[in-house]
């Protein structure tokens, strides 16, 4: 299926993986976009050095172009911007804050922005300093989530601006794809799903909780911190909202407490101890696939819903 | 008067009293969040027609107002 994303980004299905941290690797990406997506890396805390070695690597891996996930709290925002534009990267995401500063020198270098964003009021503001898209991230998703869901934020953005929009968070699959461009999206960002993509290269115990997860077993925790996260319910999240109500507790503490937790469970596989971020749609993620196979399947089933939809309007 | 509307759009936005807000209260008192203050920077955006640069330095109303005065004399942001 083509979009008038396919278009702006050259690619051949208006499929982005998301830029999972600790996740989304030049492994994951080059085999998404090889798949027809758009493959992602992600920045996250990571220095300047790890970022450019990823990115060779994934130029060694697709010839297809593929973008970076730039994490605007690191504190290697800066360093890692600069490396997007000296790269020039086909195209680069953001998130967890406001790309302003960034967008003049990676449009100069001919980069393609599209950030994520969590209200309309972001989506105007981000538009008109030169994004070529956005991504409307819904609560649905894992890992940090705002408070709109996708049913209510995506078609609010689509109003509001004039580029094209990237619905996100809990699309698992073709009736999601669907959904979404229903709902005026004209391509659609996943995360979780692809964490079970064969390509991708976290611990087996994560993939194994992600396949297991049934529809109740992700929530949300950290407001206090002003960024909640969506994740598997464990011993660690248990723990972290035992914190999170603690007033003696203070916030620097329980950021402290939750500082490495991703990485724990996504490197090393402890995934009781560790956090194990995932969207809503886990309980919809059943095996274990190519990359490839998960667009192709994906699309093939939102294309046969689409033309099928007449049935329902008599 | 600048101020005053912008006093006003403030105080609209949070559902408090403008006679409440001063030129040296903080930003920080209105304990907004990163979505609430861009929102709010849209609405004064609409109020008086401008636009203003998101990276400029906020730290109280009268950051504001020296802003949108600029603004609206023809300066930048």
């Known amino acids: 299926m083509r979009t008038a994303l396919c278009e702006l980004l050259d690619i051949e299905q208006p499929i982005f993986q998301g830029g999972m941290a600790w996740v989304a690797d030049a492994s994951l990406a080059s085999a998404v976009s090889n798949g027809g997506g758009l493959g992602i890396i992600a920045a996250m805390n990571a220095n300047a050095e790890w970022l450019r070695n990823e990115i060779r690597r994934a130029r060694a891996l697709t010839q297809k172009p593929f973008g970076v996930n730039i994490m605007l709290m690191s504190p290697f925002a800066d360093d890692v911007a600069s490396v997007v534009a000296d790269e020039r990267v086909a195209v680069v995401t953001t998130g967890a804050g406001m790309p302003t500063k960034y967008m003049r020198a990676w449009l100069d270098a001919g980069v393609k922005v599209v950030p994520v964003v969590p209200s309309v009021a972001i989506a105007r503001l981000v538009a008109r300093s030169g994004a070529c898209a956005v991504i409307a991230e819904g609560c649905e998703s894992g890992g940090h989530v705002g408070e709109l869901t996708t049913m209510t934020l995506v078609p609010q953005v689509c109003d509001a601006v004039d580029i094209p929009v990237i619905a996100a968070g809990g699309i698992a699959d073709g009736r999601g794809v669907a959904a979404a461009f229903m709902l005026g999206a004209v391509g659609v960002q996943l995360g979780t799903r692809f964490l079970v993509a064969r390509e991708c290269t976290i611990h087996r115990n994560y993939k194994d909780k992600i396949l297991e997860a049934r529809d109740i077993d992700t929530a949300t925790a950290g407001k206090r911190l002003g960024h909640p996260v969506r994740a598997l319910r464990n011993a660690f999240m248990r723990e972290f909202v035992r914190r999170e109500y603690d007033a003696s507790i203070s916030n620097e503490e329980l950021e402290a407490y939750g500082a490495g937790a991703l990485r724990l469970a996504a490197r090393e596989g402890d995934v009781k101890n560790g956090s194990v971020m995932a969207g809503q749609s886990s309980g919809l993620v059943k095996k274990e696939q190519p990359a490839a196979e998960i667009i192709r399947e994906m699309m093939a089933e939102a294309e046969a819903l689409l033309k099928g939809g007449g049935p329902l309007c008599g | ?77």
């Open chain 2, 1 to 77: 008067m600048v101020f005053d509307k912008v006093a006003q759009t403030l105080a609209e936005f949070k559902g408090i009293d403008a006679a409440g807000i001063a030129p040296e209260t903080t930003f920080a008192q209105f304990e907004l969040d990163s979505l609430d203050r861009v929102q709010l920077i849209m609405n004064l955006e609409e109020t008086f027609g401008i636009q203003i640069d998101m990276e400029s330095r906020i730290e109280c109303v009268r950051d504001l107002v020296e802003i949108v005065e600029k603004q609206l004399s023809g300066g930048a942001a």
